[in-house]
Nanobody
Framework: VQLQASGGGLVQAGGSLRLSCAAS????????NAWFRQAPGKEREWVSF???????YYEPSVQGRFTISRDNPKNMLYLQMDNLKPEDTAVYYC????????????????WGQGTLVTVSS
């Protein structure tokens, strides 16, 4: 049972990246899934989550710029990030929830290894 994140890289401000998260050993859409990020010297914070119903939620600073999605046949989670800003620079993690407070790291029991996104100004 694991999650594996990929797709990070270096991009200029205003650019785009798509992060991917491959799930194995379980069915992704049977759980709420999320993306979190952690910038240097800061705590890990939620970015977006998608519920089993398909409902999606975004942290206000990324609302309108990021889109979370899931490909159920491929058992994949994605985060499309557009109009990136330097303050989006962080390691991004995908995660699987086991509890209901979806903006808290405490509600997640399985994490991907993280992928680094660096946005230059």
């Amino acid at each position: 049972v694991q999650l594996q994140a990929s797709g990070g890289g270096l991009v200029q401000a205003g650019g785009s990246l798509r992060l991917s998260c491959a799930a194995s050993g379980f069915t992704l859409n049977a759980y709420t899934n999320a993306w979190f990020r952690q910038a240097p010297g800061k705590e890990r914070e939620w970015v977006s989550f998608i519920q089993t119903t398909g409902n999606t939620y975004y942290e206000p600073s990324v609302q309108g710029r990021f889109t979370i999605s899931r490909d159920n046949p491929k058992n994949m989670l994605y985060l499309q990030m557009d109009n990136l800003k330097p303050e989006d620079t962080a390691v991004y993690y995908c995660a699987r929830s086991y509890a209901g407070k979806y903006i808290s790291t405490q509600s997640y029991d399985l994490w991907g290894q993280g992928t680094l996104v660096t946005v230059s100004s």
